[in-house]
């Protein structure tokens, strides 16, 4: 946390923007947000566009507060173009996601930054797996036991499917932090190895749940 840098001031900007349109043009809404019978029509676009667009301003607010608490850490170790990387590549893998266990379903919709919000979340968790973070903002657990308990959770909701909660692109934009920031800044497996390890476990469980057809 600490003072915005121009990267993220322009994610955020991004992010407002294309949301507070959407929010006025049901046309343009309808248009960019991820809809699985769209894509399967053609529309490749809508995995990148609507990780820009939000349901209100509650989502809206929500994603960015998250993106500008943890920004700063992906920003000193990976640079800004890293950022950006990292930020693009979970958006994209987490709505990949999506759509592998929606693809079926046509009336499927998603919106949100929360895929490349998650992503930045955990490399940030990666880059500082002893950095605490606040539980309902007051209690403090390490970034790690953070990390591997939401991915479980997600799993969960993932198996659920009991509420509006796109649990897979969280997931999806989970994996794409953790992939791409121990590809550009590898030198974190030799000083957190069991880091490394211990939060791939969950990535791990869902592979072979999803290989033996339990979600």
């Not at 919106?111 to 998650?118: E, K």
């Not at 490394?196 to 749940?209: D, G």
């Amino acid at each position: 946390m600490g003072d915005l840098s121009l990267v993220t001031i322009i994610i955020i900007a991004l992010n407002v923007i294309v949301s507070f349109k959407g929010f006025n043009d049901p046309v343009f809404f309808n248009k960019y947000k991820f809809n699985t019978g769209d894509i399967r029509r053609g529309a490749k676009y809508q995995i990148l566009t609507s990780g820009f667009l939000h349901v209100d301003t509650t989502h809206l607010f929500v994603n960015m507060l998250t993106l500008y608490f943890f920004a700063n850490v992906v920003l000193f170790d990976l640079g800004a173009i890293g950022f950006v990387v990292v930020y693009l590549a979970s958006l994209i893998l987490g709505n990949l996601l999506s759509y592998f266990f929606h693809k079926d379903e046509t009336s499927y919709n998603a919106v949100g930054a929360s895929g490349a919000v998650m992503g930045i979340l955990y490399s940030a968790i990666l880059l500082r797996p002893d950095m605490m973070l606040g539980l309902f903002f007051i209690i403090p657990i390490p970034a790690y036991v953070f990390g591997i308990g939401y991915l479980l959770y997600t799993i969960y909701g993932m198996k659920r499917r009991a509420d509006n909660i796109g649990h897979d692109a969280h997931f999806g934009g989970a994996v794409g932090g953790y992939i791409l920031t121990l590809a550009l800044a590898p030198w974190i497996i030799q000083h957190h190895l069991l880091m490394v390890i211990l939060l791939a476990i969950p990535i791990v469980i869902l592979f072979v749940l999803q290989k033996l057809g339990k979600i």
